[in-house]
């Protein structure tokens, strides 16, 4: 069973950085797609950036996030990483890993992440 588990959430003030982390149980190069995806309260989860794992390096990134947000991997380390920066009071919501496989989708738990002064 795959486990996905993100970190690196917390408290931020407008304009400031966080890095997300994504730490996978097994390889990430069984997966053909990772992603991040956030979700504010009552609206619906949607994506932030993906990218293809594996082969050639594809990223796509939604257009709020474009030139602030950069998605990266560490293959040793199974983990994938999102940086953001220049953070606003709307980018805060609870920011989840996904992984893609030929059978599956697996998700993260979780984390939260706040941008106030």
């Known amino acids: 069973q795959v486990q996905l588990v993100e970190s690196g959430g917390g408290l931020v003030q407008p304009g400031g950085s966080l890095r997300l982390s994504c730490a996978a149980s097994?390889?990430?190069?069984?997966?053909?797609?990772m992603g991040w995806y956030r979700q504010r309260p009552a609206e619906q989860r949607e994506l932030v950036a993906s990218?293809?794992?594996?082969?050639?390096?594809?990223?796509n990134y939604a257009d709020s996030v474009k030139g602030r947000f950069t998605m990266s991997r560490d293959y040793a380390k199974n983990t994938v990483y999102l940086q953001m920066n220049s953070l606003y009071p709307e980018d805060t919501a609870v920011y989840y890993c996904?992984?893609?496989?030929?059978?599956?989708?697996?998700w993260g738990q979780g984390t939260q992440v706040t941008v106030s002064s």
């Open positions: 097994g390889s990430i190069s069984n997966f053909y797609t």
């Open positions: 990218a293809t794992i594996g082969g050639i390096w594809r990223t």
């Open positions: 996904k992984a893609d496989s030929t059978v599956r989708v697996y």
